[in-house]
């Protein structure tokens, strides 16, 4: 199976977007699970949880679609690791709970593991042959940090320095670790529409006079701006008037504007909403096609400017965003409507996201031998 339809056209100006059964259809939430997602970085946790040896970590990554168990341990060394928290033997779940441990014990039949997943002993084998072997070790899952944050990927198409490069460099004069994470301005939202009709309303400010009116009054959307990487964008919202926004270093490349918000997303589903009090990340996870749970958590830098600014309504801007995309989600399965055309003015990121999402259909479909059904041409 290839990508959806045609590929996107790389000009903005007469590109098509995707078809509408991209967002109904079962079929193409089953190609996203391993031919993107899997192959994209995706935000596991943060060092907060990992700050000694012998701490252990277990994590279900995109709980409810990849479903992978993951451990992350610190061993002795003070080394960090990314490892399958299942186990090699009948494949049970290893670590169960967050704690402390100096080697991981299977409590199915006793298998030993050291804390960077080598293999150390079993109970019973002592007359197997050609055992052990590589394969008796955990496997070692590609993880990779940026300041605090830790992610994975399980068959990464780029290393994360390309990816996030670019968040990276233009904040990097931003104190990432004492950035805290607050579980109770943290939450979980589901939305019955596609996930990628959420990250489609996201990656474009066009609507946001529409459907937020509060937000709007705090933005001056004329200033309001879209810039591309390779694998990420950011959108970057200019106050209006006085109102709140970051005091920026002579080292940023937006030093003398007044950004109330950067709005930065990473492919295909995760997003950093960085504010003068601190950063939203939500992450969007596939449940179904028109079921998505958006994850919020809030790491808080500066208490006293919560509720100020554009960073002040995350729940209300939330719930006008759920509302719209639900109806978008019912209007898509009109007899009337296959697919749509890009604003070039307010819309590149959409585009983007759309032309990325093809490629990697398309280049998983090359490798694996099949042709894309739509052929090479473009609409």
């Not at 460099?169 to 109770?184: H, S």
């Given at each position: 199976m290839g990508a959806p339809g045609p590929l996107i056209d790389e000009s903005?100006?007469?590109?098509h977007t995707l078809p509408a059964e991209f967002y109904t259809e079962p079929?193409?939430?089953?190609?996203?699970?391993?031919?993107?997602f899997a192959r994209s970085w995706q935000l596991a946790t943060d060092t907060d949880r990992l700050k000694v040896p012998g701490q252990v970590l277990p994590c279900t990554l995109m709980e409810g679609f990849l479903d992978e168990p993951l451990l992350f341990t610190r061993d002795a060394e003070d080394r960090v690791h990314c490892l399958s928290n299942v186990c090699t033997h009948r494949g049970n779940l290893l670590v169960e709970g967050e704690g402390?441990?100096?080697?991981?014990?299977?409590?199915?039949?006793?298998?030993?593991?050291?804390?960077?997943g080598c293999f150390q002993s079993a109970p019973g084998f002592e007359q197997a042959r050609n055992f052990p072997s590589e394969a008796d070790n955990l496997a070692c899952v590609p993880f990779g940090q940026w300041d605090k944050f830790l992610f994975v990927s399980i068959n990464p198409r780029v290393g994360l320095d390309q990816?996030?490069?670019?968040?990276?460099?233009?904040?990097?004069?931003?104190?990432?670790?004492?950035?805290?994470?607050?579980?109770?301005?943290?939450r979980d939202y589901l939305v019955n529409a596609n996930w990628a009709l959420y990250c489609d309303n996201y990656l474009?400010?066009?609507?946001?006079?529409?459907?937020?009116?509060?937000?709007a009054s705090r933005l001056d959307t004329?200033?309001?701006?879209?810039?591309?990487?390779?694998?990420?964008?950011?959108?970057?919202?200019?106050?209006?008037?006085s109102d709140l926004c970051f005091e920026l270093p002579p080292s940023s490349p937006d030093f003398g504007q007044a950004v109330a918000g950067y709005y930065f997303w990473l492919f295909p589903n995760t997003m950093f909403n960085f504010y003068p009090w601190g950063l939203s990340v939500n992450i969007v996870?596939?449940?179904a096609p028109a079921r998505t749970r958006v994850s919020?958590?809030?790491?808080?830098?500066?208490?006293?400017?919560?509720?100020?600014?554009?960073?002040?309504?995350?729940?209300?801007?939330?719930?006008?965003?759920?509302?719209?995309?639900?109806?978008?989600?019912?209007?898509?399965?009109?007899?009337?409507?296959?697919?749509?055309?890009?604003?070039?003015?307010?819309e590149a990121g959409v585009h983007q996201f759309h032309r990325l999402l093809t490629r990697f259909l398309s280049e998983a479909g090359r490798e694996s031998g099949n042709q894309d059904p739509s052929g090479s041409s473009s609409r």
């Open positions: 903005i100006e007469h590109a079929k193409f939430l089953e190609l996203i699970r391993e031919q993107v402390h441990a100096q080697a991981l014990r299977c409590r199915y039949h006793g298998r030993r593991f050291g804390l960077d990816a996030i490069g670019p968040l990276r460099e233009r904040l990097d004069w931003l104190p990432l670790r004492e950035f805290v994470l607050d579980p109770a301005l943290s474009e400010g066009f609507h946001i006079p529409y459907v937020h009116p509060d937000l004329r200033a309001y701006r879209t810039e591309l990487f390779s694998y990420a964008n950011v959108q970057i919202g200019i106050a209006a008037g996870t596939p449940l919020f958590l809030s790491y808080v830098w500066d208490r006293s400017k919560l509720g100020r600014g554009a960073g002040a309504a995350l729940d209300r801007v939330e719930r006008e965003d759920e509302e719209i995309v639900e109806k978008v989600q019912k209007g898509i399965r009109s007899r009337f409507y296959e697919r749509g055309r890009y604003s070039p003015q307010w």
